[in-house]
């Protein structure tokens, strides 16, 4: 999953600030995690521990309050009363890379995909953002090809995947609905070489860029294999030692083939 924060992080000094070309430095000083990267670590380490992901979402994101949430978002989190509100933002894409490096199969994948939108985001097109992205980091981590996930994504959840990046830019704009910005998010990675050039894919469409980083970056990982551990270090700089435990443990567990992979 350090592939979709890593997204989040470079994505960060984008979001009201348009990358004028796909070619630029990935990190910054002006970079920071935002809120994808914290409810990230969250859905992690509800995995990691068995935890109900909005009792974990809820924790995290009370612990850091100042990550960049939206208006509805943060009016739950202050909220006693933690029934989801119908979103069908993008924030459910943003975190769910956890559940499509964690489990095997894709009835658990889609299960829990759902699961980890539905505390929140329980719209329909909510819990589908969440289910695809979770399902393309499945079928690229099994050696799926670029066409075959196209395919499948498109098929099973109608999102059109046929555009091209030259073509959607140019009338591009800020977009954090699920149904406005993961397909584009996921034609960024297809039309990537690398795990750098997807994220900086999702980024030159100046749109939500961190979210959209986030998401490109999560399945590019699953995709390309492991991030260079260059960036690794370099992202793990901004993160507070909480969160680099939390994705050690998930890292390990993983590798390990723990039982919640199964």
Known sequence: MIGAI?????GSRFEFHPASQRDFTLFHPACHFTDD??????VAYAILHQQDYGVS?????RRYPKAGYGGSFRRWLASEDSA???SWGNGSAMRVSPVGFAFNSVERVLSEAAASAACTH?????IKGAQSVALAILRARNGWSKADIKAEISERFGYDLARRLDDIQPDYSFDVSCQ????????????????????CNAIWLDGDADTMACIAGGIAQA?????????????????????RQVISDFDQACKNGSSFAL
């Open 223 to 243: 995709f390309y294999g492991e991030v260079a551990a260059e960036s690794v270090v370099l992202a793990q700089a901004y993160l507070p030692e909480e969160f």
């Open 57 to 61: 979402i809820k924790a995290f994101g």
């Open 122 to 126: 329980n719209h329909p097109e909510g």
């Open 6 to 10: 890593i997204g989040d992080i470079v």
């Open 84 to 86: 989801p509100y119908r």
């Open 37 to 42: 990267t914290v409810l990230t670590i969250a």
């Open 180 to 199: 406005g910005s993961v397909p584009e998010s996921i034609i960024a990675f297809l039309e990537s070489d690398s795990y750098e050039s997807a994220i």
